[in-house]
DNA sequence: TTGGGTTAATTGTCTGACAAATATACTGAA
DNA sequence: TTCAGTATATTTGTCAGACAATTAACCCAA
């Protein structure tokens, strides 16, 4: 049980001196306290809860899965109102950091965020600067040869087993192209674990998300299909020969051939 | 002037059906009606309106810089009440769409988003990975070259202009830390931009600030910031002889020495 | 046992009110 | 006249309380 006291959010509202210097065109003659201070910028409450939540995830101190307090305990518990709970929860929801749902047994529980957070973001800002999509196109074709080129070094046997497997069902599913598109995208995603760098493969799932979202609208002939099975055969030879240069090489011809075809249409 | 009736948000609440169909493993025996539905969500007022009035923003109906409609005006034209507002504009202004000020002149203004919600995405994804800090280093190191490269086919006489004129501004803030990170960066940032290509240019960019956000806390001797004029003189010149591979190249050694710095501490 | 209604817990939305911030207009004194 | 201070109005920030919608679990009767 957690009174009102050991409140989660302990100084709230800002009695907390908000001094604000302005510096305005105030350069004075007398530059002896010439202590130029930032504009501070006082936080609003529902931040500092969100914060406050945001910390307990992200330090692991609650998992994903487990559930939050309910909106009523946090609104007891933080001393504010549950308007500034509501508020905080839709911040860290577009964050994708919890989800909501009503009802008993529904309640607040935190997810485990995916890439999909940072794919939004990046297909706003281009949206917004109005990136052509052969740009994402390039993007991916100089990123994913990055990533076979580490990942021939770094694979485990474990990886390369998985990927063996994906090629498996990738040959199974010729013919059913919503079906091939989406183990083609669990090749390419067993590829980018498999080079064991976080940033590259948070980089390269979101590019390539962007790509299949598009993707998925366009049909492949069942001869496209084949082609594409041969260039994941030779990317894994290529692996498996822990050949990074040549697996490279062979991610960067399989797209160009893929972005062919996705221009055709 | 808008009347209630012309009102942004037309059809609220959800009545608009929202029919997915699910593909699941559901291959039934009797396939006559096996029209399979997803679970459909019904979304929230506030999402709806978030969508409203992002789409007003990336559709360039309301420019960067210009206001939105106060929360009162939005109430009344929405038909929505005030909390359901405030829960949307949390969600654009987390997605840097807006930013809001209170007071007579204050309100709700539209941004230009930056990458900085790329950049705060990506950090809370690689903090919940527990990802290490020499990943972002390595990325760092396979994604600039790239640029380079780019940028050395691709950079306008003007671009070049840029940086030549950034190089003479690092020369002179040798001696000066921040001022030296600060143009560093923004010999960096050109190059991104030369290479136009804007995934490549808003991941780099986020790469690096996640790096000079830690970079900044350590000191830099002056023999090394003369070390990094010298590296960027050499990239210049490479970019300027429009010879990719050599900058590529320059840039990797370049970013490799400041790598080695950093650890240094 | 089963079907259906009831109940309770939780989020979703609305309303009205007041506090805080702040640009503008006004007012009074030097 | 000029300037400092005050009043005012506008907009966001926060709070409190109420009711609607959703839904899991329980209970009860057929």
Chains 1, 2 share one sequence.
Do not use: W
């Amino acid at each position: 049980m957690i009174t009102a006291n050991d409140a989660l959010l302990p100084n709230y509202p800002g009695i907390a001196a908000k001094e604000k210097s302005k510096e305005k065109a105030s350069m004075v003659k007398k530059d002896k306290q010439a202590v130029r201070l930032q504009t501070l910028r006082v936080p609003r409450a529902s931040e500092l809860v969100a914060e406050k939540l945001r910390s307990l995830i992200v330090t692991g101190q609650v998992l994903p899965g487990a559930g939050l307090p309910s909106e009523k305990e946090l609104v007891s518990q933080l001393g504010v109102s549950r308007t500034t709970v509501r508020e905080a929860l839709r911040i860290l929801e577009s964050e994708g950091l919890i989800s909501t749902k009503p009802g008993p047994k529904g309640g607040i529980v935190v997810l485990r965020p995916g890439h999909d957070s940072l794919t939004r973001s990046l297909s706003l800002l281009l949206q917004l600067e109005e990136a052509p999509f052969s740009a994402i196109l390039e993007a991916r074709r100089l990123l994913e040869p990055l990533c076979a080129n580490l990942a021939a070094t770094r694979a485990t046997p474990e990886e390369l087993f998985e990927l063996r497997a994906s090629l498996e069902a990738l040959r199974v599913s010729v013919g059913n192209t919503p079906q091939y598109v989406q183990e083609q995208l669990r090749f390419h995603l067993g590829v980018f674990a498999a080079a064991h760098n976080a940033v590259l493969r948070l980089y390269t799932t979101s590019v390539g998300d962007l790509i299949t979202a598009r993707a998925t609208l366009i049909g492949l002939t069942e001869a496209e299909q084949l082609i594409g099975v041969k260039a994941v055969e030779g990317i894994l030879a290529a692996l498996t020969a822990k050949n990074g240069n040549l697996a490279a090489r062979r991610v960067e011809t399989h797209l160009r051939a893929f972005d062919a075809v996705l221009q055709r249409q």
